[in-house]
DNA sequence: TGTTGGATCAACT
DNA sequence: GTTGATCCAACAC
């Protein structure tokens, strides 16, 4: 716990998203909303590519709502899905190629009370297994659409710890696009949303 | 200007 | 295993 954490530098994002993805796995997820700090450790996150992903929002074309991912790599992507839940992806690749990652799931380390406190329905249930849920609980909303990785407020840090082993599968609740396995997650995690292989 | 469907979650049966 | 909750953006007119 003692170990050092380094921030993903620019560098990291703008290399192929398959690459960005998988490496994230095991990496922690810092955000700083002015009062508290939480971080969670990613266990699980899948691609989305525009160029040949129809499942992608960007494969239709440049819009208003998916213009971060057209931009370079290391800003976030929030967007607003089913009417009542946020997901965060992190934006990949260079300047002009659509193409990120969303953040499915994770394991919190720290802030474990704002969350709680964010997601107001403690309950039995993970606070982090699933995109919607893992943002309701860190607080975030398309206010924290295309902020800089780099910055301060939200970031991803390396602290060295290695996974075992990362597997990919098919990525999930999307109808289109199925056959591709741009999912990646470590199996030995509770915090997975699913077990599909 | 109106309609429709989605990268979800939780609460049911 | 199925369904309801519920907002925004894309597309058709």
Redesign the pocket.
């Given at each position: 716990m003692k170990a050092r954490l380094t921030k993903l530098p620019r560098e990291f994002y703008l290399r192929p998203t398959l690459q960005v993805a998988r490496d994230l796995i095991g990496k922690i997820l810092i955000f700083n909303d002015n009062k508290k700090i939480m971080s969670a450790r990613l266990v699980e996150v899948e691609a989305?590519i525009g160029r040949d992903d129809p499942?992608?929002?960007a494969f239709?074309g440049k819009?208003?709502?998916?213009e971060v991912m057209f931009g370079t790599g290391g800003f976030s992507y929030v967007?607003?899905?089913?009417?009542?839940?946020n997901?965060l992806?992190v934006v990949t690749e260079r300047d002009g190629f659509p193409a990120?990652v969303?953040i499915r799931g994770a394991e919190p380390l720290g802030g474990i009370e704002s969350m709680k406190r964010n997601y107001k329905?403690p309950?039995k249930?993970l606070l982090t297994n699933?995109?919607?849920?893992?943002c309701k609980a860190f607080g975030l909303t398309?206010e924290h659409n295309g902020l800089d990785l780099t910055g301060g407020q939200l970031y991803l840090a390396d602290d060295g710890k290695r996974v075992e082993k990362i597997e990919c599968s098919v990525r999930?609740?999307?109808?289109?696009g199925v056959d591709k396995k741009w999912r990646f997650f470590d199996p030995a995690s509770p915090y997975i949303?699913k077990i599909i292989r």
């Amino acid at each position: 716990m003692k170990a050092r954490l380094t921030k993903l530098p620019r560098e990291f994002y703008l290399r192929p998203t398959l690459q960005v993805a998988r490496d994230l796995i095991g990496k922690i997820l810092i955000f700083n909303d002015n009062k508290k700090i939480m971080s969670a450790r990613l266990v699980e996150v899948e691609a989305y590519i525009g160029r040949d992903d129809p499942a992608c929002h960007a494969f239709v074309g440049k819009t208003e709502r998916n213009e971060v991912m057209f931009g370079t790599g290391g800003f976030s992507y929030v967007y607003f899905i089913y009417g009542m839940y946020n997901c965060l992806n992190v934006v990949t690749e260079r300047d002009g190629f659509p193409a990120a990652v969303l953040i499915r799931g994770a394991e919190p380390l720290g802030g474990i009370e704002s969350m709680k406190r964010n997601y107001k329905n403690p309950g039995k249930n993970l606070l982090t297994n699933g995109p919607g849920k893992l943002c309701k609980a860190f607080g975030l909303t398309r206010e924290h659409n295309g902020l800089d990785l780099t910055g301060g407020q939200l970031y991803l840090a390396d602290d060295g710890k290695r996974v075992e082993k990362i597997e990919c599968s098919v990525r999930i609740g999307i109808k289109k696009g199925v056959d591709k396995k741009w999912r990646f997650f470590d199996p030995a995690s509770p915090y997975i949303s699913k077990i599909i292989r």
